[in-house]
Structure formats: structure tokens, C-alpha cells
């Protein structure tokens, strides 16, 4: 229950209508994609200003009541929504969602982060400029919360995750000042580069309601190909033989395993198989230039029949235009989507070095399976970068439910091998509730220690997305 005189001051400061009280409405900001856990809270705010925010917070701060920002809500680790004994209230941000100023000389957008990214890519395309950042869940996701969990998504390999995009932000306190860190500078060294903190705090530091983004030049000339390959280490080569030959032309490099593509033909809408045949792995791959009557294509072509000469492809298709290259896209997209309806999917989100993928997709293989007979390995995504999404899919005769138990027992199997690769835990999703013990299971208690003196230094009510990231002491 939350203190009367909170819910009347805070009415006064933001008004009723961007209070939301009935659970009815609540409901749909308590379900997380994954749809393992139900938040639970009384109240959803909907400021529509910086300054609203500023006058939530320092209302929460005053009687020590948590807040969960909340934006776009497609994030898959719990992160954006509160737990039984939380006491906290969601701070939704999907009202402030204005784009305030576009500079194409800079190559700056200022954006409000309740702006849904797909909006976004499409405002600076129009200015003729390319904000790279482009994710599956691009037209429901916010910025504000692809800034909070330092996003990544496929076009990493070329343009950097969300940390090297962002060039300012405006953040509103745990005590509920405003700092206004808006500045367009490529270069500040002024001290302590705050901005780099707030990337990837999950909420966990303060709420940011603003940013100053990175654009880049429009490409004019794109070619994507999907490759099939025998073995998972062909790709290795592949990716080099590109980097040496197309140069910094290649922005992705996706890994789709055969269960894959199966998943999405049978689930997907419009999904087609890209290449006739059954292989066990494939790259989808893209390469762009900003510049008019450009080479890309030779330099395309004669990439892969060096790729064919040398054995690691087995087949391929490379895009004849825009709607058969969409339609690789798609396949990839639908990916996650297509997972659901074949039943329980243990998922991680690891990154190792890129040359110890194939070792890391081997190992893990044979032990999960060793442990459950008949589970289904569904490694995919940005091999370009190290990331696979190491899903496991249920054996097909195993109740879900009993399948879900194994969650943890998996979990920590598989971390262990990610451990013994020198490798990270949460590649692109961020921590949140979900990998919130595990994390602190592998990180040194030095390195702990460390962010935990952030935490208290920042926030010390311990009231920005509480039971998130940080362990409670
Ligand atoms: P939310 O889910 O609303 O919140 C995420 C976290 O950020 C929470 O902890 C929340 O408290 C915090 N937060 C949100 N807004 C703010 C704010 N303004 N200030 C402070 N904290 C805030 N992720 C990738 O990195 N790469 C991918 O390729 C990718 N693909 C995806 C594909 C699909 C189909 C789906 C469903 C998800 C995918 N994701 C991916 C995960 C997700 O889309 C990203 O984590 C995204 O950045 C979350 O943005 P959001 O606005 O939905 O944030
Ligand atoms: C992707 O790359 C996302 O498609 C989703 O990060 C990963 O489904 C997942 O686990
Ligand atoms: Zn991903």
C-alpha cells in the first residue's frame, strides 16, 4: 500500500491521468516477454516531462518508495518490472517520446528516450543519416531502454553497441535533480565520463529521459547473402576471408542453425527457406557502402567464390533486391518468435571470442545433452561478434514444465563452459532480476565490490529499480 499523502502529492505534481491505479490496467506492464515472472505493483506513472520525472522521483525518494523505469518492455531478463516485496512503482516512459532537435552537419539526433527505436532510424533516414542500432524488437522497443541495457543487436560488428551511439543523456537523479549531460561532442574530457555509467545501468542508477545520438551517413548499397556451411568452423575463415576483403563494408554476420530455419517455416508467417537443401548451419551476411556507383557488388561476388574455391560454402544465395533480402531478414527476425510453440526454450546470452564459438557451441552441446537426453541445441545470432543466443529447446515427448526445472541445473552448465572460454554471462541483454545471482556467482567479488560502491554512492535509499543488477545486501 502506498502512503496516502505520496498519492495526493503526487496528483498534484503529475495529475490523475498519468497515474494508472486499476490492476486491470496495470496488467499488461507486469508481463515480461520471457513470461516466467508477473510484476506486481500499485501504481503506473506516465510523465510526459523531464521535469514530471524529476517530481516523481524526488516524491519517491522522499518516502523511500522504489522505482522501476519501464520503457518499450521487450527486454528479457526482468529488468523492467518489480517483484512481490519491491515496493516499487513502474515509471513508464513511453510518454516522452519526443524526437527535439535532428543536426545533420553534426550528425546528432536529440531524442527523448520513450522514442520507439524503429521511429527513430526512420526520422534519420529521412534526414538522409542511418542511426545503425537495429534489433528484432526495433518497433516496440524505447531508446531509453536500449541506452539502460546497452543494447547490441546485429549490427554490431560495424557501427559498436549502444555505448559507442550515444554522445549525451539527460538523467534525472536518484534524488531527483536533472543532469543535463545533452552535449554532441566527439570529444570531452572532462572527467569522469558519467555518460558511460548511465549506459547500461538498467535503471539501477537513475532514469534517463534523453540522449544525444550518434548518426552516420545513409547507405546507398547494400548486399546481403545467405551462405550455407558444413562445419560450425568453416565460419571462422568465413568471417576473416570477409573482413580481409570487404573491409569495414561488413556489418553483419549472423549464425542460423538448420533447427532454426525449420522453427520458422513451421511457425513463422511469410518465412521462406533462403537455399534449397538441408545444411546444419548458415551466415546471413550483410555488406554496405554510403557511397553511389560503388564496387560492393564485384567486391560481393568475388568474396564468395574465393569463399567456394576454398570449400567452407556449400551453397549460397545472394540477394537479386530488396524484398528478397527483406525476406532473409525476416527469417531471422522471426527467429525468437518461432522458438515459443515447439515448448520450454532454456535460453543464454553468452559471448566468447569470436575464434572459440565453434568450441564453446561443441562443448556446451554435449553436456547439456548429456544431461538431458533428446534437448534441442538452438544456437544462434551474432557470431560476427561472439554472441550466440545458446537456446535450448525441450525434447520434444518431456513435460514443459519439468523441462523448466532444469533452468538453473542448465544454466550454471552452461555458464561454467562460457566461464572456462573467458567469456561473458550477458553478451547483449543485461543482468535484471533473472541473471542477477548468477552474475554474481562469476564476477570477482573485487569487481562487485566495486559496482556495489557505485550503487550506494549514487543511489543511496537504494530505491532505482531495486532487487535489479546489484544484489541486496
Ligand atoms: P525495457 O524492457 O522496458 O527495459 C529494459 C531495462 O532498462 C529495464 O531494467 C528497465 O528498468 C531499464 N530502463 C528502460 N528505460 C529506461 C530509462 N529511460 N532509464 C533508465 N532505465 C530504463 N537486445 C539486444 O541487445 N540485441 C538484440 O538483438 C535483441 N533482440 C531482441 C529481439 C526480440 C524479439 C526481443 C523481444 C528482444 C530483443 N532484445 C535484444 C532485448 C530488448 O529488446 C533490449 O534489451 C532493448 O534494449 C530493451 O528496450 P526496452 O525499451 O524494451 O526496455
Ligand atoms: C536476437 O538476437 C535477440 O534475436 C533475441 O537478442 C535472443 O531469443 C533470444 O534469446
Ligand atoms: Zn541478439
Excluded at 559498436?160 to 554522445?167: A, D, P
Aim: proline content about 5%; some cysteine; hydrophobic content about 40%.
Amino acid at each position: 500500500m502506498l502512503p496516502q499523502k505520496f498519492l495526493s502529492d503526487l496528483e498534484v505534481a503529475i495529475g490523475v491521468k498519468a497515474m494508472i491505479t486499476n490492476q486491470d490496467d496495470i496488467a499488461p506492464y507486469m508481463i515480461e516477454q520471457r513470461g516466467r515472472f508477473i510484476g506486481q505493483t500499485s501504481l503506473v506513472v506516465t510523465p510526459a516531462t523531464t521535469q514530471e520525472v524529476s517530481d516523481i522521483v524526488k516524491l519517491c525518494a522522499e518516502h523511500s518508495i522504489g522505482i522501476v523505469p519501464q520503457g518499450g518492455h521487450t527486454g528479457l531478463v526482468s529488468g523492467g518490472i518489480p517483484f512481490a516485496g519491491d515496493n516499487a512503482i513502474v515509471l513508464s516512459t513511453s510518454r516522452l517520446n519526443k524526437i527535439r532537435t535532428i543536426d545533420p552537419t553534426n550528425n546528432t539526433m536529440v531524442v527523448e528516450s520513450g522514442c520507439i527505436l524503429q521511429t527513430i532510424q526512420e526520422h534519420a533516414a529521412q534526414h538522409d543519416r542511418l542511426f545503425p542500432l537495429s534489433l528484432g524488437a526495433e518497433g516496440s522497443c524505447q531508446i531509453g531502454g536500449n541506452i539502460a541495457t546497452n543494447a547490441g543487436g546485429i549490427n554490431v560488428i560495424r557501427y559498436g553497441n549502444t555505448r559507442q551511439l550515444v554522445l549525451g543523456l539527460e538523467v534525472v537523479t536518484p534524488t531527483g535533480e536533472i543532469w543535463n549531460g545533452l552535449r554532441a561532442l566527439q570529444k570531452d574530457n572532462t572527467g569522469y565520463d558519467l555518460k558511460q555509467l548511465y549506459i547500461g545501468s538498467e535503471g539501477t542508477l537513475g532514469i534517463i529521459t534523453a540522449a544525444v545520438l550518434q548518426l552516420f551517413p545513409k547507405p546507398k548499397e547494400q548486399q546481403t547473402a545467405v551462405l550455407a556451411i558444413k562445419e560450425l568452423e568453416d565460419a571462422l575463415p568465413l568471417l576473416n576471408l570477409a573482413q580481409s576483403m570487404l573491409g569495414d563494408a561488413l556489418t553483419s554476420f549472423e549464425l542460423l542453425p538448420r533447427i532454426g530455419i525449420d522453427f520458422s517455416l513451421k511457425h513463422g508467417q511469410g518465412v521462406v527457406d533462403p537455399i534449397e537443401g538441408q545444411y546444419d548451419w548458415y551466415i546471413l551476411m550483410e555488406a554496405s557502402v554510403a557511397i553511389t556507383h560503388s564496387n560492393l557488388k564485384d567486391l560481393f561476388q568475388n568474396y564468395l567464390e574465393t569463399a567456394f574455391e576454398k570449400n567452407w560454402v556449400q551453397d549460397g544465395v545472394l540477394a537479386q533486391n530488396k524484398s528478397q533480402s527483406d525476406s532473409f531478414w525476416l527469417l531471422r527476425e522471426n527467429i525468437t518468435l518461432c522458438q515459443k510453440p515447439e515448448g520450454g526454450s532454456i535460453k543464454h546470452d553468452i559471448s566468447v571470442p569470436v575464434s572459440s564459438v565453434p568450441a564453446f557451441i561443441k562443448t556446451a552441446n554435449e553436456a547439456v545433452r548429456k544431461m538431458i537426453p533428446g534437448i534441442r541445441p538452438h544456437p544462434f545470432g551474432h557470431l560476427g561478434d561472439g554472441n550466440i543466443h545458446y537456446n535450448l529447446s525441450q525434447p520434444i515427448d518431456m513435460n514443459k514444465e519439468d523441462y523448466l526445472n532444469h533452468w538453473e541445473e542448465v544454466n550454471r552448465i552452461v555458464h561454467d563452459i562460457v566461464h572456462s572460454f573467458n567469456g561473458s554471462i550477458s553478451a547483449e541483454h543485461g543482468i535484471g532480476r533473472v541473471k542477477r545471482d548468477e552474475n554474481q556467482y562469476y564476477k570477482s567479488a573485487v569487481e562487485m565490490q566495486l559496482m556495489q560502491n557505485i550503487k550506494t554512492a549514487l543511489d543511496p535509499k537504494g530505491i532505482m529499480n531495486p532487487g535489479k543488477l546489484i544484489p541486496v545486501s
